[in-house]
């Protein structure tokens, strides 16, 4: 692999067809084809997570995609945990808790499949992404050798060395190395280390490009040119870039959400289980803080499922779920194309020819 920052992000932006080794976190419900375009046409990857989407969605969105943009794009899904250990009575003071922060919860609010992973990852082949990206696990072995067949690169998150070890055993092209700065889920293979093993993206990142022979993409608390040199530095190849982007226009996230990120201070944020049960980053607030002194979250995604009609009715910073990593504050409020030219052009100066 090439040893300067610059000869390793050339190098990566000419196997992807990148313009700027800069990639859109694949976020969940905040990645609006809309925003995915504005990156791909400044020059980065588009992405589109797509954990909650059924298989027609997921065709739609690629479609929308395409339609704004011949830019490279990946889709990026969760492997599935286990199915959930359900406690009733647990859940009933979980319901009795939330009923304080928003409407009256209901036993059958627990309830509701998620989408059919198989399908999901049938209809993400069929799409024809770049790039195709995990997070909480590693691809099943025939579904890599489906990927492959088709000319479909494998980004894997990692959080640890150890699982950017498995996954490159386990055919990834690529590891995303995310340090626990990041906003959103925390890619933990295993929900029950999410906590135990925060480890920040200084420290993560050239320990990941130690270990394994692929090159590394760094994400997490990454939002200003700075960063991205940094990143460089330590030895990624390109970086992976979520709030940072959340203020763009394109992104149409709640003036709500969008404001609390542009105030946030790095400690204004807190790694939670409140919202979902898995172990995610979010603006730190009055919900929050009151649910660490409250009935322990039930599991992924009892606790999503429970904490729905809170979300879907708050109208201020206090019950929103406000996804955000500890870089929020140096979010920009810009055209996301303009974005990403700009903090690369910038990143650029930072770094030695």
């Given at each position: 692999?090439?040893s300067?920052?610059l000869?390793?992000?050339a190098?990566f932006?000419?196997?992807?067809?990148?313009q700027?080794?800069?990639?859109m976190a694949?976020m969940a419900?905040?990645c609006?084809s809309?925003l995915?375009?504005?990156?791909a046409n400044g020059?980065?990857?588009?992405a589109c997570?797509?954990?909650l989407?059924?298989?027609?969605?997921?065709?739609d969105w690629a479609r929308?995609?395409?339609?704004?943009?011949?830019?490279?794009f990946?889709l990026?899904i969760?492997i599935?945990?286990?199915d959930?250990?359900?406690?009733?009575?647990h859940?009933e003071?979980?319901r009795t808790f939330l009923?304080?922060?928003g409407?009256?919860v209901?036993?059958?609010?627990a309830?509701?499949?998620m989408?059919d992973f198989d399908?999901q990852?049938?209809a993400?082949?069929?799409?024809?992404?770049?790039v195709i990206?995990?997070i909480?696990?590693?691809f099943?072995?025939?579904?890599v050798?489906r990927?492959k067949?088709?000319?479909?690169?494998?980004?894997?998150?990692?959080t640890?060395v150890?699982?950017?070890?498995a996954?490159e055993?386990?055919?990834?092209?690529v590891?995303v190395a995310q340090?626990?700065?990041?906003?959103?889920?925390?890619?933990?293979?295993?929900?029950?280390?999410a906590?135990r093993s925060?480890?920040?993206?200084?420290?993560?990142?050239?320990?990941?490009?130690?270990?394994v022979?692929?090159?590394?993409?760094?994400t997490?608390?990454?939002a200003?040119?700075?960063?991205?040199?940094?990143?460089?530095?330590?030895?990624?190849?390109?970086?992976?870039?979520?709030?940072g982007?959340l203020?763009?226009?394109e992104?149409?996230?709640?003036?709500?959400?969008a404001?609390?990120i542009?105030?946030?201070?790095?400690?204004g944020?807190?790694?939670?289980r409140?919202?979902?049960g898995?172990?995610?980053?979010?603006?730190?607030t009055l919900?929050t803080?009151a649910?660490?002194?409250?009935?322990?979250p039930?599991?992924?995604p009892?606790?999503?499922?429970i904490?729905?009609?809170?979300r879907?009715?708050?109208?201020?910073i206090?019950t929103t779920?406000?996804?955000?990593?500890?870089?929020?504050?140096?979010?920009?409020?810009e055209?996301?194309?303009?974005?990403?030219?700009?903090?690369?052009?910038?990143?650029r100066?930072?770094?030695?020819?």
């Amino acid at each position: 692999m090439t040893s300067t920052p610059l000869g390793r992000a050339a190098s990566f932006c000419e196997t992807y067809d990148l313009q700027v080794p800069i990639l859109m976190a694949p976020m969940a419900g905040a990645c609006p084809s809309s925003l995915a375009i504005a990156v791909a046409n400044g020059g980065g990857m588009g992405a589109c997570g797509c954990l909650l989407m059924q298989p027609d969605g997921i065709a739609d969105w690629a479609r929308q995609m395409r339609a704004g943009s011949n830019g490279a794009f990946m889709l990026n899904i969760w492997i599935p945990d286990p199915d959930p250990l359900r406690d009733p009575a647990h859940e009933e003071k979980l319901r009795t808790f939330l009923g304080q922060w928003g409407p009256e919860v209901a036993p059958e609010d627990a309830e509701g499949a998620m989408p059919d992973f198989d399908a999901q990852c049938d209809a993400m082949l069929a799409a024809g992404p770049h790039v195709i990206s995990s997070i909480m696990g590693v691809f099943p072995a025939p579904f890599v050798a489906r990927m492959k067949e088709r000319g479909i690169k494998w980004f894997a998150t990692a959080t640890t060395v150890t699982e950017a070890l498995a996954a490159e055993a386990a055919g990834a092209d690529v590891i995303v190395a995310q340090g626990m700065e990041a906003g959103g889920h925390r890619g933990a293979f295993k929900a029950d280390d999410a906590a135990r093993s925060l480890v920040g993206l200084f420290a993560l990142v050239p320990a990941v490009v130690d270990a394994v022979r692929i090159p590394v993409v760094a994400t997490g608390g990454i939002a200003d040119a700075r960063g991205v040199a940094a990143a460089l530095v330590l030895g990624a190849s390109a970086v992976q870039i979520g709030t940072g982007l959340l203020r763009a226009p394109e992104a149409d996230i709640s003036p709500i959400w969008a404001d609390a990120i542009g105030q946030a201070l790095p400690e204004g944020t807190v790694a939670t289980r409140a919202f979902t049960g898995r172990l995610g980053r979010s603006i730190r607030t009055l919900y929050t803080d009151a649910a660490e002194d409250g009935p322990l979250p039930a599991p992924y995604p009892i606790q999503r499922n429970i904490t729905k009609p809170m979300r879907t009715n708050a109208t201020e910073i206090a019950t929103t779920q406000a996804w955000a990593g500890q870089s929020a504050g140096l979010a920009r409020a810009e055209p996301a194309a303009r974005l990403i030219k700009e903090l690369w052009s910038d990143a650029r100066g930072l770094l030695p020819a």
